[in-house]
């Protein structure tokens, strides 16, 4: 007779919800955290949207990734004793926010642009092919 245990079950339960997780620079984690914490407000740009703090923009990228990040939860079946988990969503890309700089002064309009590539290899990659 084995004594060794057959693990934790893992079932496969898509709530069909559609997550998108959105990496959050420190400075906006710490504004958000605050005790004034301040309103949020999300515009349509020409090239992406914009999240706006009362300080600062940000442009909103999708970003791709080879591996997979499954959003879990814990699941009980009726029909047996065992507490297991439930993977309710897969996720292959997430949100990234990029501080945008506003060129108002001297261009005579409400341009934004990107304020730089922040040197990761994927994307100096991707433009060379």
Request: glycine content about 8%; cysteine-free.
């Amino acid at each position: 007779m084995s004594s060794q245990s057959r693990g934790t079950p893992v079932h496969h339960i898509p709530d069909g919800a559609g997550y998108r997780l959105i990496e959050l620079p420190a400075e906006l984690v710490t504004l958000l955290e605050s005790d004034t914490a301040p309103v949020l407000t999300l515009e349509s740009s020409d090239s992406s949207a914009l999240l706006k703090t009362p300080s600062k923009t940000y442009a909103l990228r999708q970003k791709n990734t080879s591996n997979a990040l499954m959003l879990l939860q814990p699941h009980s079946d009726p029909d047996t004793p065992e507490q297991g988990i439930a993977i309710v969503s897969t996720i292959h890309e997430t949100v990234e926010l990029e501080p945008v700089i506003d060129k108002t002064a001297g261009s005579g309009g409400n341009a934004t642009t990107n304020a730089g590539a922040k040197g990761k290899w994927h994307e100096r990659f991707g433009r060379s092919r």
